[in-house]
């Protein structure tokens, strides 16, 4: 019998055998055994519920009329990071904080980033995300004619 399935059938009694002392035990009315999360689940955690974090980052993203764009290999490196720290969902935020933290502080100061895009160079090597400006921002192209 594997360890997941062992976990699965633990009781309280096992719990106080174990060592764990009654008043804690009768303060867990229920034992469960969880399952350790896999890539697909962290991707799902990221982008599907209401208050994804994707969406939450987008979210105060806009605040500041910047579009935030997260590739799609970006995303998947973060859920596989958070497999390598083995902190499952709680790492998630963490991963996304310190990838995002300085552009974060940047772009409430600039008025001339339309849109901010992460991509899996962004989360792997903490290089600068790629940001697009807006139109007034760029230098005109006028041509000297003499």
Same mark, same amino acid.
């Given at each position: 019998?594997?360890? +997941? *399935?062992?976990?699965?059938?633990?009781?309280?009694? +096992?719990?106080?055998?174990? &060592?764990?002392?009654?008043?804690?035990?009768?303060?867990?009315?229920?034992?469960?055994?969880?399952?350790?999360?896999? *890539?697909?689940?962290?991707?799902?955690?990221?982008?599907?519920?209401?208050?994804?974090?994707?969406?939450?980052?987008?979210?105060?993203?806009?605040?500041?009329?910047?579009?935030? !764009?997260?590739?799609?290999?970006?995303?998947?490196?973060?859920? !596989?990071?958070?497999?390598?720290?083995?902190? &499952?969902?709680? &790492?998630?935020? &963490?991963?996304?904080?310190?990838?995002?933290?300085e552009?974060?502080?940047?772009?409430?100061?600039?008025?001339?980033? *339309?849109?901010?895009?992460?991509?899996?160079?962004?989360?792997?090597?903490?290089s600068?995300?790629?940001?697009v400006?807006?139109?007034?921002?760029?230098?005109? *192209?006028?041509?000297?004619?003499?």
């Amino acid at each position: 019998m594997d360890t +997941d *399935k062992l976990l699965a059938q633990v009781q309280s009694q +096992d719990l106080l055998k174990f &060592g764990l002392i009654p008043e804690f035990v009768g303060r867990m009315p229920v034992v469960v055994a969880l399952e350790k999360l896999d *890539k697909k689940a962290l991707m799902s955690i990221l982008t599907e519920p209401k208050n994804a974090l994707v969406k939450q980052y987008k979210e105060l993203f806009k605040m500041d009329n910047v579009e935030l !764009e997260i590739e799609k290999d970006a995303l998947e490196l973060v859920a !596989e990071k958070a497999l390598e720290i083995n902190t &499952g969902a709680r &790492g998630l935020r &963490g991963i996304l904080e310190s990838t995002m933290t300085e552009v974060m502080y940047e772009i409430p100061s600039r008025d001339d980033i *339309k849109k901010c895009v992460i991509t899996k160079d962004t989360i792997s090597n903490k290089s600068e995300p790629k940001l697009v400006l807006t139109k007034k921002s760029l230098p005109d *192209k006028k041509e000297n004619v003499s």
